[in-house]
């Protein structure tokens, strides 16, 4: 069956930092991934996903991830983190079948 | 284009009455999702369609049944509402199951007493 596992549930950065999103894949098949973010009171938005092309893949807002298959994890990225990042983000994997499956979600909080 | 649009936004119910959460998209897409999100457990598929007049279960059916009698609509139901269904629940739609993004409503978020 395939699985998410997202590290941290709380992550907490400086505005200009970087920011790094834990998110670990389990899957028998290529996996199609995903990083969607959710601000405050909002539905979900994508910021990017891995379709087998680019294990190196550029998203919204200045997000990147890297598919790493022998580590199986895609990590969200950011260089320098902005308040405006505040926000939930959740990782997750398609399955054959056609479903999402979520990772528990990381709530990233910027400080000034 | 509205995207995909959620009704009601908010609504209160007491332990035992019935609703139902309208969700409707304007992108002509074959693909419907309804998702419950509670802290610590992201969010967690209910029923999906693959397609007009068709349904399927998800990960957290029980309790809950839905329709998809018109394409641009899917309708979740709650016969009999429990503390437990207290929420916040997503509808999606996508153009195919293969690789597609999926986009995702507003959200209705939901107590029950």
């Known amino acids: 069956a395939q699985s998410v596992t997202q590290l941290g549930s709380h992550v907490s950065v400086s505005e200009g930092a970087l920011v790094l999103l834990r998110c670990n894949y389990s899957s028998s098949v290529p996996p199609y991934l995903f990083w969607y973010v959710q601000y405050p009171n909002q539905g979900l938005q994508l910021l990017l996903k891995y379709t087998s092309a680019a294990t190196l893949v550029k998203g919204i807002n200045g997000f990147e991830a890297e598919f790493k298959k022998s580590e199986t994890s895609f990590h969200l990225t950011k260089p320098s983190a902005h308040m405006s990042d505040a926000a939930e983000y959740f990782c997750?994997?398609?399955?054959?079948?056609?479903?999402?499956?979520f990772g528990q979600g990381t709530e990233l909080s910027v400080k000034p | 284009n509205a995207g995909v649009t959620q009704t009601p936004k908010f609504r209160v119910l007491k332990t035992g009455q019935s609703m139902t959460l309208l969700c409707a998209q304007d992108m002509n897409h074959e693909y419907m999702y309804w998702y419950r999100q509670d802290p610590g457990m992201g969010l967690r598929l209910i029923h999906y369609?693959?397609?007009?007049?068709?349904?399927a279960k998800g990960e957290v059916p029980d309790g809950y049944n839905v329709s998809r009698l018109k394409k641009q609509n899917f309708l979740l139901g709650l016969e009999s509402a429990a503390p437990s269904q207290t929420s916040v629940y997503f509808c999606?739609?996508?153009?195919?199951?293969?690789?597609?993004?999926?986009?995702f409503g507003p959200g209705t978020r939901l107590l029950v007493l």
């Open positions: 999606a739609s996508s153009p195919s199951r293969g690789g597609e993004t999926q986009y």
């Open positions: 369609s693959v397609g007009e007049g068709t349904t």
């Open positions: 997750a994997v398609l399955t054959q079948g056609g479903k999402l499956i």
